[in-house]
């Protein structure tokens, strides 16, 4: 009886330490670097060009990222940009006087390194994941990865909206099954480089990921940004409209609307187009691609023309990409830009760009 107590014993102690050593070995605490590096050289070949020829790093970020448990993770990343860009700055009253105005924005440098992501992410369950902090904003990251060349030119938003990647705030994902998946996000709305507004006026944004099967994906957003001006309740709105198509070993083929009401605030005054593109697969490591943008505006009744009629156009993309190896890309490639005001010229860029990551 006592050679029986002592075998169950011996057997409960062995079992305990079998599962201890399965839980320490089933997670280990690990952590990443996060490097990411965009380069151009650039032929201006437009009409009557400044600057003929043109070689700069136009984005570089680096970072870590770190998972802590299962359910607890950080990220951390550094932007190598210039924080702001200000252009020339004219208001008028009534009488068409110009009045003097100051600006509080500060333009950084060419080699500013900025504080872009520093997020905190709660894998609450399988399917519901929150973080906050420094985030990645989930408004054209879908297209932009769909398009997959984001080293060669910005998505649409990007680059015509010019809509921040990050903002300071949370944002939560929630997937409610294989097809559906909903997103939610709180934030300052002054993008990453800037802090809440005096007035306490936040951004909201709500995403729908519809992506039956392992091919066809599309995404519905919508934002809502009051002004952060006193008095003003003028309110910047984001719709934007996503769909795409993948054919696995050959390519694919994807499309965008996005119309900006109010576009940076600005009463009356929107912005909205489309762009389409694709890839197609011509060796295990290249591609081709296209796009192809229109950007417009609406006419506000006291103009003749459309209010942003000088900044309205189309643009064709098209060139080659390689990938040599995993965490390089190289593409030699066509940039031009159609103005809609006829008295201005047609841009030409031939650019050889090139990216490396890991």
């Known amino acids: 009886m006592r050679l029986k107590k002592t075998a169950i014993t011996i057997f409960f102690l062995l079992a305990g330490l079998n599962i201890h050593a399965q839980q320490d070995t089933t997670f280990q605490p690990h952590g990443d670097p996060i490097i990411q590096v965009f380069g151009v050289a650039d032929y201006n070949a437009t009409k009557d060009a400044d600057r003929a020829y043109g070689f700069g790093f136009a984005r570089a970020h680096l970072g870590y990222q770190y998972q802590f448990t299962p359910h607890w993770s950080a990220k951390i990343i550094l932007d190598r940009g210039r ?51 420094g985030i990645l904003q989930n408004h054209y990251i879908t297209q932009e990865r769909f398009w997959g060349y984001r080293y060669v030119a910005k998505t649409f938003q990007d680059r015509y909206f010019h809509t921040p990647s990050g903002d300071l705030g949370f944002i939560a994902y929630y997937r409610l099954n294989q097809t559906f998946a909903l997103d939610a996000a709180l934030t300052n709305g002054e993008g990453f480089r800037s802090d809440q507004d005096p007035y306490g006026n936040v951004k909201t944004a709500v995403g729908l990921d519809v992506n039956p099967g392992n091919r066809f994906q599309s995404r519905i957003y919508y934002a809502h940004q009051p002004s952060g001006a006193p008095g003003d309740e003028t309110a910047q709105q984001l719709i934007s409209l996503f769909a795409g198509y993948r054919i696995p070993d050959v390519g694919r083929i994807g499309g965008e609307y996005n119309y900006h009401i109010n576009h940076h605030n600005m009463r009356g005054k929107d912005l909205y187009g489309y762009s389409l593109y694709g890839s197609l697969e011509v060796a295990k490591q290249s591609s081709l691609f296209v796009r192809f943008d229109h950007l417009t505006s609406n006419t506000p009744d006291e103009m003749n023309n459309p209010w942003n009629h000088d900044g309205n156009g189309s643009a064709i993309i098209t060139g080659v990409h390689h990938s040599p190896v995993e965490s390089i890309g190289l593409s030699l490639n066509y940039k031009g830009w159609m103005p809609e005001n006829s008295d201005l010229n047609t841009r030409h ?5 090139f990216e490396y990551k890991w």
């Not at 020339?88 to 924005?105: E, K, L, P, Y």
């Not at 860029?349 to 760009?353: A, R, T």
């Open 83 to 133: 924080p702001t860009s200000v252009g020339a700055i004219a208001v008028t009253d009534a009488t068409g006087d110009q009045i003097n105005v100051t600006q509080s924005v500060q333009e950084g440098s060419y080699y500013t390194m900025t504080l872009k992501f520093a997020t905190l992410a709660w894998q609450v369950s399988p399917k519901l994941r929150v973080e906050g902090g």
């Open 349 to 353: 860029h031939v650019m050889l760009n």
